[in-house]
């Protein structure tokens, strides 16, 4: 049981690139999330997924696409990536988007922009 | 979701207790108090929440005021490996509310576990 796993973990992109970051989770969970970490911050939602087949944005969803592909998994692609988007990306899921459902996180994808 | 306040930094000897306080003031009643926290690079790792009652696992045990305003978490005997960021987050019980989902992350408490 893995839990949430995510690739990759480190990734280097130059202005302009797009890249897609996969996230999977082996739980049977309904929702999952995509959070963004910036140095010495806590984390923002940028979509979240209450179950399959349904997407929402959440706090800064700006530059950012989602795919929920089948229950398991849900990707975050980046269409055209900017030194802004520099961050550690994590995938998250639970099984509701309830508040009594715990929220479990993936190791995150340290991604930098040049 | 309600506001948290959390100390921003706490030190503690190992093999003692830790105790981390948390005041959400403005909580409402149908709000958990969720507690992970984030060791250094890695992700956020649930530790503990908690309605009304107190409430213990094999990691922690959180503890809530009866007015629900503040509670505590408390690491019986803590390691060096218990360093880390520790976050304390009010979540709304219900989906669809303003707290759809959303975990709302402060700045946490860096607790530092000395030998």
């Known amino acids: 049981n893995a839990g949430v796993t995510q690739t990759p973990k480190f990734q280097v992109l130059k202005t302009g690139q797009s890249m897609t970051l996969q996230c999977a989770q082996d739980m049977n969970h309904n929702s999952m999330y995509w959070y963004r970490q910036d140095p010495g911050m806590g984390l923002r939602l940028i979509y979240y997924s209450a179950s399959e087949g349904t997407t929402d944005k959440g706090e800064v969803p700006n530059g950012y696409n989602v795919s929920r592909l089948n229950k398991r998994e849900f990707s975050l692609r980046l269409e055209s990536a900017a030194p802004s988007q520099t961050s550690v990306y994590f995938c998250?899921?639970?099984?509701?988007?309830?508040?009594?459902?715990?929220?479990?996180f993936g190791p995150g994808t340290r991604l930098t922009v040049l | 979701d309600a506001k948290t306040t959390q100390p921003p930094s706490m030190d503690c000897a190992e093999g003692r207790a830790a105790n981390l306080p948390c005041n959400h003031s403005?909580?409402?009643?149908?709000?958990?108090v969720y507690w992970y926290r984030q060791i250094h690079s890695q992700g956020p790792q649930y530790i503990i929440h908690?309605?009304?009652n107190n409430e213990t696992n094999e990691m922690a045990s959180l503890i809530i005021t009866e007015d629900r305003k503040s509670s505590t978490l408390i690491l019986p005997h803590a390691t060096l490996r218990d360093t880390a960021v520790y976050y304390c987050?009010?979540?709304?019980?219900?989906?669809?509310?303003?707290?759809?989902?959303?975990?709302?992350f402060g700045q946490g408490t860096i607790l530092t576990v000395h030998p």
């Open positions: 908690g309605l009304k």
């Open positions: 987050i009010v979540r709304g019980q219900h989906a669809g509310g303003t707290s759809y989902g959303k975990l709302t």
């Open positions: 403005t909580i409402s009643g149908n709000e958990y």
């Open positions: 998250a899921s639970s099984e509701s988007l309830a508040g009594r459902d715990t929220q479990y």
